[in-house]
């Protein structure tokens, strides 16, 4: 059985409803682009960015005790802080200032792990004496190299036990500073690269 819709016969008003019958009219609400929630900008894990520096470090130390290795190793613990911490898919898009900062806290754990693994062995097989002897040695060619009076005095100083102390103190922050860079370098390039690259 088809149900067929009776159409209203020719002269017949439609149905008109009372004003008092009709439902009012929903409200036009409009929402300025301001008044919209924003979602906070994802921040990256602290915890995974440590761990991602320290992992990094650790490498970039262990090639730093070859001759001259820090200066493959040190840029190249940058760049492996940012594949650790890209490969925990924490920071889908990292900028280049973050993978500076993560860079260079590789090349501080880096710096601070070489440290004390130098002063562990040179504690357990000695060669404190040579090291301090290479270093007088050191001074005694620069004397031979300049004859300025001045000059001569702070070589005179560097040789006394406090100036050995600034000296050694002097030359670990250049040190760690030199390390600090050359692994934020390392990635800062490494995530301008990945960032170029969609990835």
């Excluded at 994802?42 to 290795?69: N, V």
């Excluded at 760049?79 to 920071?91: F, Q």
């Amino acid at each position: 059985m088809q149900f067929v819709p009776r159409e209203p016969e020719a002269g017949q008003e439609s149905p008109r409803l009372h004003p008092a019958t009709v439902p009012p009219a929903l409200p036009v609400v409009i929402i300025e682009p301001s008044a919209l929630p924003v979602r906070p900008a994802a921040t990256p894990s602290h915890g995974s960015f440590l761990r991602a520096a320290i992992y990094a470090g650790a490498i970039g130390t262990l090639l730093s005790t070859i001759p001259l290795g820090f200066v493959i190793g040190v840029p190249f613990a940058g760049v492996l802080a940012i594949r650790y911490y890209k490969g925990r898919g924490t920071a889908p898009h990292l900028t280049p200032a973050l993978g500076f900062r993560l860079g260079a806290l590789s090349g501080l754990f880096a710096f601070g792990m070489l440290v004390l693994v130098r002063t562990i062995t040179t504690a357990v097989f000695g060669g404190g004496g040579e090291l301090r002897q290479g270093m007088v040695d050191r001074i005694h060619q620069a004397q031979a190299t300049n004859s300025d009076p001045q000059v001569q005095q702070m070589f005179h100083y560097f040789l006394t036990p406090q100036g050995m102390t600034v000296l050694m103190l002097v030359g670990l922050f250049l040190m760690c500073v030199m390390f600090v860079l050359l692994a934020g370098l390392g990635g800062l390039i490494s995530a301008s690269v990945q960032r170029k690259r969609g990835g």
